[in-house]
């Protein structure tokens, strides 16, 4: 015969205890605080990592300054334009003596490339032991560029007005001034000139008053 099983089947499994589950929901709860907790770190990590490429992004798109200049009106070609009248300084009653005045002529290069206009530079100076007097309004003014016996330009040509200006410089001073030639020539009484200057030697003279400077000589290509 048999063994005989026992009565009511075999046994159910066995709840656990109180205690085991108040563990459970310990070790529960602190997964979920540690799951957060992470969630939070890694959120700030991408807030800080992106934070730099939007304040660079920002930066990037701000507009730079712009600088305009007002472009000026050309003055016409046949007449020159005369510098701005000066305020005549206050006489003091000594005019320099003509052989106390020295006038010099210069160009500010050598040679100009085509398209490039020379700056005629006349400068005058006191070579008196006092100081004195000396006009050097435009009205006492001329530029004269010339091709060996060939008259090219004058300042005094086109100017339509001079002024007079009596500067006291001391001994040894000098007084300066500049005119843009700009490369086409003049007749006298501003008569209409159609050819232009070529390639080639120029010598450019400088007169102020009655004392004319010694020539200069550039180049233009």
């Known amino acids: 015969?048999?063994?005989?099983?026992?009565?009511?089947?075999?046994?159910g499994p066995r709840r656990p205890s109180p205690a085991v589950y108040r563990r459970r929901r310990i070790v529960a709860a602190l997964l979920a605080l540690l799951l957060l907790a992470g969630l939070g770190f890694?959120?700030?990590?991408?807030?800080?990592?992106?934070?730099?490429?939007?304040?660079a992004v920002a930066e990037a798109t701000v507009p730079a300054p712009t600088l305009t200049s007002a472009a000026a009106t050309p003055a016409p070609e046949a007449k020159t334009p005369a510098p701005a009248p000066k305020p005549a300084e206050k006489s003091t009653g000594t005019a320099c003596r003509p052989d106390a005045v020295s006038v010099t002529a210069a160009t500010d290069a050598g040679t100009y490339p085509a398209g490039t206009a020379p700056v005629l530079i006349l400068t005058v100076t006191n070579t008196g032991k006092s100081a004195c007097e000396i006009n050097v309004g435009t009205s006492q003014m001329e530029f004269l560029v010339a091709s060996g016996s060939d008259r090219i330009f004058s300042s005094a040509d086109c100017q339509e007005a001079g002024n007079d200006y009596l500067k006291t410089v001391e001994p040894g001073a000098s007084e300066t001034a500049n005119f843009t030639w700009e490369r086409h020539r003049s007749a006298p009484g501003c008569a209409a000139v159609a050819s232009t200057p070529n390639p080639g030697y120029y010598v450019f003279t400088a007169r102020l008053g009655e004392t004319r400077s010694e020539a200069a000589v550039f180049e233009l290509e």
């Open 1 to 11: 015969m048999g063994k005989q099983q026992p009565a009511g089947g075999p046994p």
């Open 42 to 55: 890694a959120v700030f990590g991408v807030v800080r990592a992106l934070a730099p490429e939007e304040r």
